[in-house]
């Protein structure tokens, strides 16, 4: 949620690790999404990545001594504690690890790690060996009762050539985990469906039917619930897009195979929100080889697939249904009896063929139709808010 860390003071902590250099990428997805980042080194960090990099693209300066030379004899580390919204430290050290959970101030992000007071968020990585050694879990184990927020690494190989947990989780894993921790949970317990990404429809072994629908959008609304403390369902058609962290995800193929699923999950939903593409047509015929360019024409039959939203409507009961409308002309005409017709509480209705927003694109353009006749126009924005501003607003349905 871009609000969350818009404006926000973060600090930024490096330690000497293989992989600190994910860190500069973690540091320009926090910028991007409005944060105002501090960094902090230690001494051994500097060996991986130099304090240059951090500084350009912070556009502040770094913090990688307690006792600067030049300047004002600040006592910055307590500064800075004071005001940070939030402290996130990657890669997290054994060493750094340790010394945070006995106390240690010996250089500069130990000691102003003592004054902070806000959320604090640890990555630990390291050679899988030191990760499971009983004095880093007890440690790890220590930070959390705390109170501090510990990521765990990932599995697979590591630099050092082992192959087990130890690996840092990508920048962009990172930051959605820093997303959750900081979010408030107001979909606790909500069970949330969400479908996504377009559906093919084969014509024979090699062809289908289908659309350019990228499942960002509903992707981005699964994470987004996920983050507020939903227990989310993801029931998506083909996309490149890597599952969302926490959240069950069940990949189809064909509308079919989508709406089984949906009528499969459905039970016990409390919001359901259907941003997939599904093809409204599928081939009458499926050949069971692949169809020779023999003839100058040919004809291909389609039939009408299920509306999956419709049905959704007819056996709503006490659920917050919520739609989708891609449209290319009419929006509002389009949207708004797609609204009533399929007995939906919001609709959000965008026109394609946009080239920054729509499908494929990162940002979306919507305007939220809801069921009392008023409608919202929201500017063009990420997908990622666009989903936290629908999820606020179905919260906002009863
Ligand atoms: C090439 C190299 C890579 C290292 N990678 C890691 C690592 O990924 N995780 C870790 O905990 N320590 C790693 N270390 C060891 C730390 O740099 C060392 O424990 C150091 O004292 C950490 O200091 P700091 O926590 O103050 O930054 C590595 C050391 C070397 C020489």
Known sequence: MKKLIDNKSIVLGVSGGIAAYKSVELLRLLIKRGANVR??????????????????????????????????????????????????????????????ANGVADDALSTFMLAVTCPVMLCPSMNTHMFENKAVQRNLERLKADGHFVIDPESGELACGATGPGRLPDPEDILDRLLYYLSPKDLKDKRVLVTAGPTREPIDPVRFISNPSSGKMGFAVARAAEQRGGKVILITGPTNLPDPNNVTVIRVGTAREMAHAVFENVEGSDIIIKSAAVSDYRSKDQAEQKIKKEKDEMVLFLEKNQDILEELGRRKKDQILVGFAAETENLEQHAERKLSEKNLDIIAGNLVGQPSSGFGADNNKVTLFYKDGTKESLPEMEKDDVAHILLDRILGVR
């Open 39 to 100: 960094v902090i080194m230690t001494q051994n960090a500097q060996e991986f990545v130099g304090p240059i990099t951090f500084e350009a693209l912070s556009g502040q300066p770094v913090c990688t001594s307690l006792f600067e030379k030049g300047g004002d004899v600040s006592v910055r580390h307590i500064e800075w504690a004071n005001e940070a919204d939030a402290v996130v430290i990657v890669p997290a050290t054994a060493n750094i690890i340790g010394k945070l």
